[in-house]
């Protein structure tokens, strides 16, 4: 899947997060935890065992929960830059997050080989 296939509120926030890519690896950078919309929330809910069944739904409970997160972008950003591999983070499940690497790799070949 190519990065300009994530559409709609997603693709915002995809863009937004990868502008934010470098500054998101920095250290003491986190600040942005403090306004996240699952603060007070059991963290299970983003880190669902599976992805069929009981873990499919909690996986789309806590995307929903993260469409009204403001720091959302931020959150993606993070564990793009932090490769997380487990969880939900920033509306991106596992393995929409393991597709969007590889989709930016691709990308970052392609430049390489025009420029
Ligand atoms: S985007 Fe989702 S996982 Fe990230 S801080 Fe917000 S609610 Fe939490």
């Known amino acids: 899947m190519a990065i300009s296939n994530f559409g709609g509120d997603n693709n915002e926030h995809l863009v937004r997060a990868l502008s934010m890519l470098r500054v998101a690896a ?62 939900v983070w920033g509306g991106y499940d596992e393995e929409e997050r393991r597709e969007l690497r590889r989709s930016m790799r691709r990308r970052s070949a392609g430049r390489r080989m025009v420029g």
């Open 26 to 87: 920095q250290k003491g950078s986190e600040g942005w935890r403090r306004d996240a919309e699952c603060l007070e929330m059991d963290t299970d809910l983003f880190f669902p065992v599976g992805q069929t069944g009981e873990g499919w739904e909690e996986t789309e409970r806590a995307k929903s929960v993260c469409c009204g997160c403001m720091v959302r972008s931020e959150c993606l950003a993070f564990a793009l830059a932090t490769n997380q591999q487990f969880g």
